[in-house]
């Protein structure tokens, strides 16, 4: 216990958005952190490419000029809307509503790839001097001790911290220790994806794509369009489903590119540039805690991907924005308390658990086809359906009615 090393208020481990939205929410209130990854930057991570408009709030919310900044970028492809494709492959375009308060002419989603929005924000906390990053640092364990957390580190000097912050993925062995969650294979998610060059086809405002097709139900094969021509393609489900159906989800997904017709001929002058890459995706399955003495957990790491959209990143930003309040509180009252972190649960779950809730009950609806099908015919011809599905993804009260059965049956019988 009392050999050298590193000692910092705040220690947040993982340097995606998450991590990076606390780090950089603390240095605008002028408290100190220290940012850890394992990885060197610019890094890869496997991801669908897609920047939410809850990202973008958030970031209007920690730097108006930041947003303007990052919408200028040459890496970012503005997006307008969703299209939804079903098992029978109609097609239902559905417009973002623009919520945000922002400038008009930033958009109400962004996609681009993982590598290059994740620097962005990298070079932006290289210019906080508040933040003290460390790379090629892998954190191995953990022990708390006298109000404190010591963190091991792979190579290099320990760190002991007054606050921990685990914000180190979906794959963050913290997840489960200290975190204590325990995730089953009917609530993680496998997604798979490639880029590809040259697909066509794309809504002019380029619309990001979800195509429930029949033999992924509640899942689906994605195509989000990127800047230089580029397109994010793969696929998700669930591994219970994947396990029980005995599916390879590579190959459900060039199997989907050859032989659906519609797809094919979009991707017959395609070119795959990178190999196919899988990980997993924890998702939310219920309010639990997401602290502890001295600890949060963030982002991924804290089971909040959507379990129908596969969102993450926003959900990511938002914990991450509420870790840094709540360890701002906990600094000033010198209270680290398991009690006191729960005002971060409780904040959290105050902007997103009943998104989250309303959203777990959705794939019961959507893994039957002819429920599917149904839906979108008599959505594609009902502009007053068409607007409220559209809503359904910004607010949440609209979005409660798509969970109740009567829904789906007045919008079958036309009512």
Request: charged share 25%; glycine share 8%.
């Given at each position: 216990?009392?050999?050298?090393?590193?000692?910092?208020?705040?220690?947040?481990?993982?340097?995606?958005?998450?991590?990076?939205?606390?780090?950089?929410?603390?240095?605008?209130?002028?408290?100190?952190?220290?940012?850890?990854?394992?990885?060197?930057?610019?890094?890869?991570?496997?991801?669908?490419?897609?920047?939410?408009?809850?990202?973008?709030?958030?970031?209007?919310?920690?730097?108006?000029?930041?947003?303007?900044?990052?919408?200028?970028?040459?890496?970012?492809?503005?997006?307008?809307?969703?299209?939804?494709?079903?098992?029978?492959?109609?097609?239902?375009?559905?417009?973002?509503?623009?919520?945000?308060?922002?400038?008009?002419?930033?958009?109400?989603?962004?996609?681009?790839?993982?590598?290059?929005?994740?620097?962005?924000?990298?070079?932006?906390?290289?210019?906080?001097?508040?933040?003290?990053?460390?790379?090629?640092?892998?954190?191995?364990?953990?022990?708390?001790?006298?109000?404190?957390?010591?963190?091991?580190?792979?190579?290099?000097?320990?760190?002991?911290?007054?606050?921990?912050?685990?914000?180190?993925?979906?794959?963050?062995?913290?997840?489960?220790?200290?975190?204590?969650?325990?995730?089953?294979?009917?609530?993680?998610?496998?997604?798979?994806?490639?880029?590809?060059?040259?697909?066509?086809?794309?809504?002019?405002?380029?619309?990001?794509?979800?195509?429930?097709?029949?033999?992924?139900?509640?899942?689906?094969?994605?195509?989000?369009?990127?800047?230089?021509?580029?397109?994010?393609?793969?696929?998700?489900?669930?591994?219970?489903?994947?396990?029980?159906?005995?599916?390879?989800?590579?190959?459900?997904?060039?199997?989907?590119?050859?032989?659906?017709?519609?797809?094919?001929?979009?991707?017959?002058?395609?070119?795959?540039?990178?190999?196919?890459?899988?990980?997993?995706?924890?998702?939310?399955?219920?309010?639990?805690?997401?602290?502890?003495?001295?600890?949060?957990?963030a982002g991924d790491a804290a089971n909040l991907i959507d379990p129908v959209t596969g969102e993450g990143m926003g959900h990511a930003a938002i914990s991450g924005m509420f870790a840094a309040y709540q360890a701002k509180r906990s600094l000033e009252a010198n209270d680290f308390s398991a009690e006191a972190m729960k005002k971060y649960d409780e904040d959290v779950y105050r902007k997103i658990g009943k998104e989250l809730d309303i959203s777990s009950r959705i794939p019961r609806f959507i893994?039957?086809?002819?429920?599917?099908?149904?839906?979108?015919?008599?959505?594609?011809?009902?502009?007053?359906?068409?607007?409220?599905?559209?809503?359904?993804?910004?607010?949440?009260?609209?979005?409660?009615?798509?969970?109740?059965?009567?829904?789906?049956?007045?919008?079958?019988?036309?009512?």
């Open positions: 216990m009392y050999y050298k090393m590193k000692k910092t208020d705040i220690c947040i481990v993982g340097a995606g958005p998450a991590g990076v939205f606390a780090a950089l929410f603390l240095s605008k209130f002028g408290i100190e952190s220290t940012l850890v990854d394992k990885a060197k930057f610019p890094r890869d991570k496997i991801c669908g490419d897609g920047i939410s408009g809850w990202v973008l709030t958030i970031l209007n919310e920690l730097d108006k000029s930041l947003l303007e900044k990052l919408s200028k970028q040459s890496f970012i492809n503005y997006s307008y809307g969703i299209r939804i494709v079903a098992p029978n492959y109609n097609r239902l375009d559905l417009p973002f509503f623009d919520s945000g308060d922002w400038d008009p002419s930033i958009p109400p989603g962004f996609t681009a790839r993982r590598i290059d929005f994740d620097n962005f924000m990298i070079e932006e906390v290289r210019n906080r001097k508040e933040i003290k990053l460390l790379e090629n640092s892998e954190i191995t364990g953990y022990e708390r001790y006298d109000n404190k957390i010591r963190l091991s580190v792979k190579s290099g000097e320990d760190i002991e911290s007054k606050i921990v912050i685990f914000a180190n993925g979906a794959t963050s062995k913290f997840m489960k220790e200290p975190g204590g969650i325990l995730k089953t294979k009917k609530y993680v998610m496998s997604g798979v994806k490639t880029y590809y060059k040259g697909v066509t086809g794309f809504h002019k405002d380029n619309y990001v794509e979800l195509h429930f097709l029949k033999n992924v139900l509640p899942g689906y094969f994605w195509i989000f369009p990127l800047a230089g021509g580029l397109a994010n393609v793969g696929v998700g489900l669930d591994r219970y489903r994947i396990s029980k159906r005995k599916l390879n989800l590579k190959n459900v997904m060039f199997d989907a590119i050859e032989n659906v017709p519609y797809l094919k001929e979009r991707f017959k002058n395609a070119q795959q540039i990178t190999k196919v890459e899988t990980w997993p995706l924890p998702l939310w399955d219920g309010k639990r805690s997401i602290s502890g003495d001295n600890f949060m957990l893994k039957h086809p002819w429920l599917f099908n149904a839906v979108v015919n008599r959505t594609t011809n009902s502009n007053i359906l068409k607007e409220k599905l559209a809503l359904a993804m910004t607010d949440l009260e609209v979005r409660k009615e798509l969970k109740r059965p009567m829904l789906y049956l007045k919008v079958i019988m036309g009512r």
